[in-house]
């Protein structure tokens, strides 16, 4: 009798124990196929039982999915309990201080990670967040993951203000992979740290490993007037608010032609963007293109009467045209709203001239050289000594 009851008790243990792992596999399978409800009901069959670390790091995972960090690091601390050893809830544990803007815990869990990842046997594919927000939630190991604890430690480093640590982990990082965030990582360190040629060249080397990166392309062109844009970020629309910008870097650059083709492209994605349209307008008028520039300033000025400064753009247009007398009704509408613009003085008083209104030119270069504009101080000596 005693054998009997033995065997049946030993019987209820393996039937318990396969209950368990059944749950805790249909947990982890509903997971993985995104079906996180049924996921967060199994995995609680197994806490309400005698749950394990594995349990508890499944239940982490869940949270973090379902957008609840304080209880999914209520889990890790769990497994840590029970496993002090399991370094994935470390790393885990880490992001979400991270991300929470708890950088010297983020740190030192991170560290702990480092400094003890050698001696880590485990191969679980779990579930990681990106700090950056470039890849969102993905799935991976933790011994392919030096490259990234290097990087988001380099991450929380930057944030508590220590930029010599994160950039020695931004490079350690290297070591192990050499993949874009890591170039990108330590591009933007580069950039806070005033050193743009550093930064400039790191976002070079990651255009050259992915050149479809978005994020790459978008810091290039910020640090980098010369950028010029592959055509698959002018269709798209995330890139929409960089175009006036990469256009006024070329317009600055010279390359008058691009900057119209880069506005062309932000005032396709929204017709009322008046800065767009002064934009393009200035950079029409330095290809010559005189009529359309003018059709853009005043579209501008439709779409935003408080655009003063298409007056004297429109001045510049006519006088380009030598339509002096045009041109000085737009300079002197300009100068009823903002006396202090040294240039429409100038331009003003340059239309005079060719108009042979010398008295009229010269009052003007009087106000432009008070201004402070030495080349109306020139002009003044050459047509203006007499008076």
């Not at 360190?189 to 050259?208: E, F, H, N, Q, T």
Request: charged share 25%; with cysteine; net charge neutral.
């Amino acid at each position: 009798m005693k054998a009997l009851l033995l065997s049946f008790f030993l019987l209820l243990l393996s039937a318990g124990h396969s209950f368990s792992q059944d749950y805790y596999d249909l947990a982890r399978k509903k997971l993985n196929q995104n079906q996180v409800d049924s996921a967060r009901f199994y995995i609680n069959k197994n806490l309400a039982r005698r749950p394990n670390a594995e349990d508890y790091f499944l239940s982490g995972m869940i949270h973090e999915v379902e957008n609840k960090p304080l209880r999914a690091l209520a889990d890790y601390e769990a497994v840590i309990q029970r496993d002090p050893d399991n370094l994935e809830a470390f790393f885990q544990k880490g992001l979400i201080y991270y991300n929470s803007a708890s950088s010297e815990q983020a740190i030192k869990d991170f560290t702990y990670v480092i400094e003890n990842q050698s001696r880590s046997e485990t191969k679980a594919i779990y579930y990681a967040s990106d700090p950056t927000g470039a890849k969102g939630t993905f799935l991976t190991t933790l011994q392919s993951m030096l490259n990234r604890v290097y990087q988001y430690r380099g991450l929380a480093y930057q944030k508590a203000g220590d930029w010599d640590s994160a950039l020695k982990d931004f490079s350690s990082s290297l070591k192990y992979d050499t993949i874009v965030d890591s170039f990108i990582n330590r591009s933007q360190l580069y950039a806070k740290m005033g050193r743009d040629s550093d930064a400039i060249a790191d976002l070079k080397i990651a255009i050259k490993i992915d050149s479809l990166n978005y994020h790459a392309w978008y810091n290039l062109a910020v640090l980098d007037e010369t950028t010029q844009l592959p055509s698959f970020l002018l269709e798209d629309e995330n890139f929409t608010p960089m175009l006036n910008l990469v256009g006024a870097n070329a317009y600055e650059s010279g390359d008058f032609s691009l900057a119209v083709t880069y506005h062309t492209k932000a005032i396709e994605a929204n017709s009322f963007d008046d800065l767009a349209y002064v934009s393009r307008g200035k950079a029409f008028l330095r290809i010559g293109e005189y009529i359309q520039s003018r059709r853009d300033f005043i579209k501008a000025m439709q779409l935003n009467p408080t655009r003063s400064e298409a007056f004297y753009l429109i001045g510049n247009s006519l006088f380009h045209e030598k339509k002096y007398k045009d041109a000085i009704g737009f300079y002197e509408q300009y100068l009823s709203v903002d006396r202090s613009y040294e240039n429409v003085w100038f331009n003003a008083a340059m239309a005079y001239l060719n108009l042979k209104e010398e008295n009229k030119a010269c009052l003007y270069l009087k106000n432009a050289k008070k201004l402070g504009m030495e080349q109306a101080r020139a002009m003044l000596e050459k047509h203006c000594s007499s008076q």
